[in-house]
């Protein structure tokens, strides 16, 4: 009996702790994520006597017999405060670790399934121009590797993406759909329903991959975004130790998201104040304060990843140094002689050392990949989210280095980021799925008439949480989409779906010569608006965009 009432004791005072601290920082600045030094301990005091507490009153509704039980409760008080306390901290301790321990062991019996399919590594550096990138003729020599190794690669020189954010454009890389499909566009919107099953990772771990993510917590987090049945591990944590209602597979998504999503916030706080783990800020994170991504590390796991695993390996990297609006590059070519803690939002020389260090890593990584697991054994795919400063109708990086350079060269027509599933699944020969709406890019008749996209502006800045979706603003008919986008032939149309105006102009650097019958009219591209809308479930009166 003592011990059952640990059980509620520790339910009740970690929810208290996060009542608590959701209080303290709304109100006044402070929590968990702002303690140090003494304050950390403190607070893992005070939560300690918190379940103290609650367990000894729990004890007393549990032994309540009478006079007895004063007797009982007067002699026994410190034992039953030292056993509470002897069994909690270690309990804390040792789950709080387990959670936190990155697993990257086989999948049993993939081998053989497995044996002559490439590693495909998928590369995507966050807000990245190709009018940046010496590849794609920029006047600095930004990418000097990848530029080393163009020819052996199949390149698209007019990519794009389909979100003007990450959330939104990951999602619809993993899925092959458009955001107002999934409904996924930015925190904090997460898979729901029959999307939460439909993705790339999920066909490609049905196929004998063992796969896995390094990226970003929150924005680009693929357990964050609720993709279930689809990574083995997850920035560090497998998807047994995700948890234990995933491995019983009883509840609905939605509802194994939300006891994630708390397990996930919890265990922060507590690793924080049990002084096991500093618990990240996001919201420094999302002001741009100057703080580690660990991309080199990422390259890094990566390495190991491959190298332990019989089975392919499916294993994204999302890279966070060319994330603005203030850049922190450890090269310093083009901003040698500034001041990083002193620069402007989005200064161009930051910025493309930035991309100079994602260079680096790519040659990293190719250096331990052709030197010690051959270059015919790895599909690698680079790409980045969408464009600088968010914006969706700039050029964005596309290019494939299939094994054994089966596919190379150059290709002038459009892309976009939501054909890249397709592609993949294409050259491993395995049948796209219905659900998935792009189209393979290196079929023969691969042709893009136009390319969509989707977005919003409509974002706040919460301490302690980061850059959410502005909830004032999320209502019918188009919830958080205030932007729908459209690429045609070197023109770009956008229409706000906040006020209904409209926009549009030339892309910057496009390099395509597009026939005339591939030309859309602004009626045109209002009936593509109208009829995607549509078809993702959007009620409004067609006169509202027109």
């Known amino acids: 009996k003592l011990v059952l009432v640990l059980i ?22 402070f929590g968990i994520v702002t303690s140090k030094g003494i304050s950390r301990v403190i607070y893992a005091a005070a939560y300690l006597l918190i379940i103290l507490v609650i367990g000894y009153d729990l004890i007393k509704l549990i032994l309540k017999t009478g006079g007895g039980v004063r007797t009982f409760m007067t002699s026994h008080t410190w ?13 804390v301790i040792v789950v709080i670790t387990n959670v936190s321990k990155p697993q990257t062991g086989n999948l049993a019996g993939s081998a053989a399934t497995g044996a002559n399919q490439p590693n495909i590594i998928l590369i995507t550096a966050d807000g990245v121009n190709s009018t940046h ?146 618990m990240e ?10 703080i580690g991504f660990e991309d080199e590390q990422k390259i890094e796991k990566v390495v190991e990843l491959i190298q332990s695993n019989r089975a392919p390996v499916f294993v994204h990297i999302h890279w966070m140094g060319t994330h603005g609006s203030y850049f922190y590059p450890e090269q310093r070519v083009f901003s040698q002689g500034k001041d990083a803690d002193s620069q402007e939002q989005w200064d161009d020389d930051f910025y493309d050392d930035s991309i100079l260090d994602f260079d680096k890593g790519v040659q990293t990584l190719m250096a331990s ?52 599933a397709s592609t ?6 395995i049948a796209q799925p219905s659900w998935m709406e792009g ?33 004032s603003y999320v209502q019918p008919p188009f919830y958080q989409f205030d932007l729908i986008h459209l690429v045609n032939c070197g023109k770009w149309y956008l229409l706000d779906l906040e006020n209904y105006s409209w926009s549009e102009g030339d892309v910057p650097s496009y390099t395509s010569n597009c026939s005339r019958e591939k030309i859309l009219t602004e009626v045109e591209v209002r009936d593509v608006f109208i009829q995607r809308l549509r078809l993702d479930g959007f009620e409004f009166s067609d006169t509202m965009l027109r």
């Open 8 to 29: 509620p004791a520790m339910v009740l005072a970690s929810t208290g702790l996060l009542l608590l601290d959701n209080f303290t920082y709304t109100l006044f600045g």
């Open 79 to 91: 034992a039953i405060y030292a056993l509470l306390a002897v069994v909690v901290i270690p309990s």
């Open 133 to 278: 990138m010496s590849l794609y003729g920029y006047e600095r020599e930004t990418t000097p590797f990848i530029d080393s190794i163009a020819d052996q690669a199949l390149i698209f020189e007019n990519n794009f993406s389909n979100s003007t954010n990450t959330s939104g454009s990951i999602t619809s890389i993993f899925t092959g759909k458009y955001p107002t499909t999934t409904r996924v566009l930015y925190p904090p919107d997460i898979l729901r329903g029959k999307d939460v099953y439909e993705h790339l990772p999920g066909i490609l771990q049905n196929q004998g991959y063992y796969t896995a993510q390094f990226s970003f917590k929150r924005y680009a987090d693929a357990y964050q975004l609720n993709f279930l049945n689809a990574f083995d591990e997850v920035n560090g944590i497998s998807s047994q130790q995700k948890s234990i209602f995933s491995r019983l597979e009883i509840l609905p998504a939605d509802y194994d998201y939300f006891l994630f999503e708390l397990e996930n916030r919890l265990s922060s706080r507590i690793k924080h104040i049990f002084l096991i783990e500093e």
């Open 281 to 290: 800020n996001n919201y420094l994170q999302a002001v741009e304060e100057p």
């Open 369 to 420: 990949l052709n030197g010690e697991l051959g270059s015919e054994k790895n599909l690698i795919i680079i790409g980045s989210d969408h464009g600088k400063a968010a914006v969706i109708n700039e050029r964005i990086p596309l290019l494939f280095l299939f094994p054994s350079q089966e596919y190379t060269g150059w290709v002038e027509g459009d892309s976009q980021n939501l054909s890249v």
């Open 424 to 429: 993949i699944l294409d050259y491993l020969d």
């Open 439 to 471: 189209e393979s890019l290196i079929k023969e008749d691969y042709q893009a008439n136009y390319i969509l996209g989707m977005g919003t502006t409509k974002r706040v800045e919460v301490e302690g949480v980061g850059s959410t979706l502005d909830e």
